[in-house]
């Protein structure tokens, strides 16, 4: 039986998210009781809450909505690098030691362990440049265990438009505390959502 790394964060109420963001809400439409089979609940929650898929929507107005793209990059082949402290910026220098031979999915770990309890508004983030280095080398996704591949101030979503410009996917808030560096099989599919402009995902890793 091949081992399974669950690399998603707990989805709840107390979840943090991007400041202004939608926080996870659940309320109970029908509960068990006389007359009534079954549990029922609506949920309200932001798309990029917990571990997501961002869509070219998110960051580009003429984007793919997420429910249209194809999901081939967010199955296969991955490898988990450490660049734990790396400080606010994830660059070249600091993947170099695992670069040999990439699959096509590469999750960066920047923290020893995850804030899951608070917004981390010095959240670390991808320089630009490396992003244009991974795609050189044939890398068609990327992830990280912080909210977002960019600096949390950031107005012109550098990296975003990197993503954008060389037609790569992208993975936030994934959980890699248990993670060693390491080739794994990723699974981590978006759902159908037709016009959004981010998915929740049920991301794993599984054992080659």
């Keep these: 039986m091949k081992r399974i790394w669950d690399i998603s964060p707990p989805l709840q109420a107390d979840t943090p998210v991007f400041p202004g ?9 029908a509960t068990l009781g006389p007359g009534c089979p079954v549990n029922v609940s609506a949920l309200t929650l932001s798309p990029h809450a917990g571990a997501h898929a961002d869509a070219p929507l998110h960051y ?16 296969g082949p991955c490898r988990v690098i450490h ?8 660059r070249p220098e600091h993947l170099a030691h695992a670069m040999d031979r990439l699959p096509p999915r590469v999750l960066v770990r ?7 309890d608070r917004f981390d508004e010095s959240l670390p983030a991808f ?60 699974i981590a599919l978006p759902l159908k959502l037709m016009t959004a402009d981010a998915s929740p995902v049920r991301a794993v890793l599984r054992e080659l």
């Excluded at 963001?21 to 439409?29: G, L, N, V």
Aim: some cysteine.
């Design 83 to 90: 660049a734990i402290g790396c400080g606010p910026l994830v």
């Design 60 to 75: 580009d107005p003429a984007g793919t909505a997420v429910g249209l793209l194809d999901l081939a990059p967010f199955l």
């Design 110 to 116: 920047v923290y020893r362990r995850m804030p899951q």
């Design 127 to 186: 320089a630009p440049g490396t992003i244009e280095q991974l795609a050189d080398l044939g890398v068609r996704l990327v992830g990280i265990d912080s909210a977002s591949i960019d600096p949390a101030s950031s107005k012109t979503l550098e990296s975003h438009q990197v993503i954008r410009r060389r037609g790569l996917r992208v993975l936030e808030n994934l959980l890699l505390d248990e993670v060693p560096e390491g080739d794994y099989e990723l």
């Design 21 to 29: 963001d939608t926080a996870y809400q659940q309320t109970w439409t």
